[in-house]
Protein backbone atom coordinates (compact mmCIF):
# COMPACT_ATOMS: atom_id res chain seq x y z
CA UNK A 1 0.00 0.00 0.00
CA UNK A 2 0.97 3.66 -1.03
CA UNK A 3 0.77 6.73 1.30
CA UNK A 4 -0.57 8.27 -1.96
CA UNK A 5 -4.09 8.38 -1.00
CA UNK A 6 -3.27 10.65 2.16
CA UNK A 7 -1.90 13.82 -0.18
CA UNK A 8 -3.98 16.31 -0.93
CA UNK A 9 -4.72 16.98 -4.32
CA UNK A 10 -5.83 21.01 -4.06
CA UNK A 11 -3.82 23.17 -4.82
CA UNK A 12 -2.70 26.39 -2.78
CA UNK A 13 -4.26 29.94 -3.23
CA UNK A 14 -3.31 32.23 -5.81
CA UNK A 15 0.50 32.50 -6.19
CA UNK A 16 2.57 35.21 -7.78
CA UNK A 17 4.64 34.54 -10.37
CA UNK A 18 8.51 33.54 -9.54
CA UNK A 19 10.20 35.90 -11.77
CA UNK A 20 10.70 39.38 -10.95
CA UNK A 21 9.96 42.45 -13.41
CA UNK A 22 13.19 43.55 -15.37
CA UNK A 23 13.94 46.76 -13.55
CA UNK A 24 13.54 44.79 -9.65
CA UNK A 25 16.07 41.81 -10.80
CA UNK A 26 18.55 44.14 -12.10
CA UNK A 27 18.54 47.35 -11.16
CA UNK A 28 21.03 48.64 -12.89
CA UNK A 29 19.16 48.21 -16.51
CA UNK A 30 16.82 50.96 -17.00
CA UNK A 31 13.69 49.33 -18.31
CA UNK A 32 13.16 50.51 -22.16
CA UNK A 33 9.98 52.47 -23.56
CA UNK A 34 8.82 51.20 -26.32
CA UNK A 35 10.24 52.75 -29.89
CA UNK A 36 8.25 53.43 -32.36
CA UNK A 37 9.63 51.65 -36.07
CA UNK A 38 12.63 53.42 -37.61
CA UNK A 39 12.35 54.37 -41.50
CA UNK A 40 13.53 51.59 -43.83
CA UNK A 41 15.34 52.43 -47.82
CA UNK A 42 12.45 51.20 -49.98
CA UNK A 43 14.88 49.34 -52.19
CA UNK A 44 17.28 46.58 -51.65
CA UNK A 45 20.93 47.82 -51.13
CA UNK A 46 23.20 45.34 -53.50
CA UNK A 47 26.58 44.76 -53.24
CA UNK A 48 26.62 43.23 -57.08
CA UNK A 49 25.19 45.00 -60.40
CA UNK A 50 22.75 42.70 -61.66
CA UNK A 51 24.10 43.01 -65.77
CA UNK A 52 25.38 46.10 -65.75
CA UNK A 53 22.19 47.77 -65.01
CA UNK A 54 23.42 50.85 -63.20
CA UNK A 55 26.12 51.07 -66.00
CA UNK A 56 27.82 54.69 -63.85
CA UNK A 57 29.59 53.00 -61.99
CA UNK A 58 33.58 53.20 -62.60
CA UNK A 59 34.63 50.06 -61.29
CA UNK A 60 33.92 46.75 -62.23
CA UNK A 61 30.92 44.52 -61.42
CA UNK A 62 31.00 41.60 -59.43
CA UNK A 63 29.99 38.60 -60.79
CA UNK A 64 27.43 37.52 -58.92
CA UNK A 65 27.47 34.02 -57.43
CA UNK A 66 24.80 31.12 -55.95
CA UNK A 67 24.66 28.30 -54.47
CA UNK A 68 24.23 24.85 -56.12
CA UNK A 69 21.44 23.29 -53.91
CA UNK A 70 19.47 20.65 -55.98
CA UNK A 71 21.39 17.43 -56.86
CA UNK A 72 20.81 16.81 -60.33
CA UNK A 73 23.23 19.85 -60.86
CA UNK A 74 25.62 18.21 -58.73
CA UNK A 75 25.45 15.30 -60.78
CA UNK A 76 25.45 17.18 -64.17
CA UNK A 77 28.84 19.48 -63.40
CA UNK A 78 30.62 15.65 -62.37
CA UNK A 79 30.08 15.12 -66.44
CA UNK A 80 32.51 18.58 -66.44
CA UNK A 81 35.84 18.65 -66.42
CA UNK A 82 37.82 17.95 -63.15
CA UNK A 83 40.57 19.28 -61.81
CA UNK A 84 42.01 16.61 -58.40
CA UNK A 85 43.88 18.35 -56.06
CA UNK A 86 45.36 16.86 -52.54
CA UNK A 87 42.88 18.86 -50.23
CA UNK A 88 39.59 19.09 -52.58
CA UNK A 89 38.68 17.83 -56.62
CA UNK A 90 36.63 20.79 -58.81
CA UNK A 91 34.66 20.24 -61.10
CA UNK A 92 33.42 22.70 -63.72
CA UNK A 93 30.73 22.44 -66.23
CA UNK A 94 29.34 25.17 -68.40
CA UNK A 95 25.86 25.49 -68.67
CA UNK A 96 25.57 27.36 -71.94
CA UNK A 97 22.38 28.79 -70.82
CA UNK A 98 23.37 32.30 -71.54
CA UNK A 99 23.81 33.52 -67.67
CA UNK A 100 26.95 34.94 -66.55
CA UNK A 101 26.37 33.76 -63.19
CA UNK A 102 28.32 31.72 -61.44
CA UNK A 103 27.18 28.89 -59.08
CA UNK A 104 29.14 26.57 -56.61
CA UNK A 105 28.45 23.35 -54.65
CA UNK A 106 30.34 22.10 -51.89
CA UNK A 107 30.79 18.04 -51.21
CA UNK A 108 32.31 16.42 -47.63
CA UNK A 109 31.24 12.60 -47.69
CA UNK A 110 30.96 10.75 -44.64
CA UNK A 111 34.40 9.28 -45.61
CA UNK A 112 36.12 12.96 -44.22
CA UNK A 113 35.04 12.23 -40.79
CA UNK A 114 32.18 12.92 -38.24
CA UNK A 115 30.09 15.91 -38.72
CA UNK A 116 32.35 18.57 -36.87
CA UNK A 117 34.63 17.82 -39.12
CA UNK A 118 32.51 17.52 -42.33
CA UNK A 119 31.03 20.95 -41.29
CA UNK A 120 34.70 22.84 -40.97
CA UNK A 121 35.65 21.61 -44.56
CA UNK A 122 32.88 22.88 -45.73
CA UNK A 123 33.33 26.17 -44.00
CA UNK A 124 36.73 26.35 -45.63
CA UNK A 125 35.83 25.24 -49.27
CA UNK A 126 33.57 28.18 -48.71
CA UNK A 127 35.69 30.89 -47.95
CA UNK A 128 37.90 29.70 -50.27
CA UNK A 129 35.55 29.92 -53.15
CA UNK A 130 34.42 33.51 -51.80
CA UNK A 131 38.06 34.83 -52.00
CA UNK A 132 38.71 32.89 -55.40
CA UNK A 133 35.62 32.62 -57.52
CA UNK A 134 34.81 36.44 -58.13
CA UNK A 135 37.63 36.99 -59.56
CA UNK A 136 39.31 33.06 -61.38
CA UNK A 137 35.87 31.39 -61.19
CA UNK A 138 34.35 31.03 -65.20
CA UNK A 139 31.23 32.87 -65.71
CA UNK A 140 28.37 31.05 -66.95
CA UNK A 141 29.40 27.72 -65.13
CA UNK A 142 28.71 25.56 -62.09
CA UNK A 143 31.76 24.81 -60.26
CA UNK A 144 31.35 22.09 -57.66
CA UNK A 145 34.31 21.47 -54.55
CA UNK A 146 34.49 18.25 -52.92
CA UNK A 147 36.80 17.64 -49.75
CA UNK A 148 39.11 15.20 -49.36
CA UNK A 149 40.88 13.67 -46.58
CA UNK A 150 43.63 16.03 -46.45
CA UNK A 151 42.32 19.19 -47.13
CA UNK A 152 41.61 19.24 -42.90
CA UNK A 153 44.84 19.29 -41.79
CA UNK A 154 46.12 21.44 -45.06
CA UNK A 155 47.34 25.25 -44.58
CA UNK A 156 44.65 27.38 -45.74
CA UNK A 157 47.26 29.54 -48.02
CA UNK A 158 48.22 26.23 -49.78
CA UNK A 159 44.69 25.73 -50.18
CA UNK A 160 44.41 28.76 -52.22
CA UNK A 161 47.05 28.42 -54.36
CA UNK A 162 45.60 24.75 -55.20
CA UNK A 163 42.27 26.14 -56.24
CA UNK A 164 43.92 29.03 -57.95
CA UNK A 165 45.89 26.43 -59.86
CA UNK A 166 42.66 23.99 -60.49
CA UNK A 167 40.80 27.05 -62.12
CA UNK A 168 43.53 27.82 -63.89
CA UNK A 169 43.80 24.32 -64.96
CA UNK A 170 39.98 23.77 -65.91
CA UNK A 171 40.20 27.26 -68.16
CA UNK A 172 42.82 25.70 -69.85
Known amino acids: MTDEADLSTEQSGAR ?4 LPRTVGNPGRPERAARTP ?3 PEEAVRLTDPAGVAGVSSTPAIASISTLSVRRDFLAANSGKRAPMPGFVLLVRDRQDGSPAMRIGYTVT ?3 GNAVVRNRMKRRLRELARD ?3 SHGIRGADHVLIGRNGGIERDYALLRTELAKALAK ?3
Do not use: A, E, N, Y
Not at 16 to 19: G, I, N, Q
Open 38 to 40: QSR
Open 170 to 172: VMG
Open 110 to 112: KKI
Open 132 to 134: LLP
Open 16 to 19: TSPR
